[in-house]
Nanobody
């Protein structure tokens, strides 16, 4: 089982920065792709950024150049540095981790979500 603990959300003015963290713990064979998604009321959850276990990154067009995803494999933690935040970045941000259990089954786990609010 993999447990995720997210932190770093909050209220920030437009143009400001936030850094989200998501730490994975528990019993697993490996942590593979880690990513951040976001969701606003009435809309589908959308991918913000992802990073593979070998460091390949992928970003939504809406955040390219403003956000950087990184990971610390020793700590099983993924980070999302968000700069030049805009009011439209306001959402609940969720961490998602793809992992393999000790029996090598693929497991996808979501974090509990952290609120990011950007005021204009």
């Amino acid at each position: 089982q993999v447990q995720l603990v997210e932190s770093g959300g909050g209220l920030v003015q437009a143009g400001g920065s936030l850094r989200l963290s998501c730490a994975a713990s528990g019993s697993f064979f490996s942590i593979n792709t880690m990513g951040w998604y976001r969701q606003t009321p009435g809309k589908e959850r959308e991918m913000v950024a992802s990073i593979s276990d070998n460091g390949n990154t992928n970003y939504a067009d809406s955040v390219k150049g403003r956000c950087t995803i990184s990971r610390d494999n020793a700590k099983n933690t993924v980070y999302l540095q968000m700069n030049s935040l805009k009011p439209e970045d306001t959402a609940v941000y969720y961490c998602k981790v793809n992992s393999r259990s000790r029996s090598l089954s693929l497991i996808q786990v979501w974090g509990q979500g952290t609120q990011v609010t950007v005021s204009s």
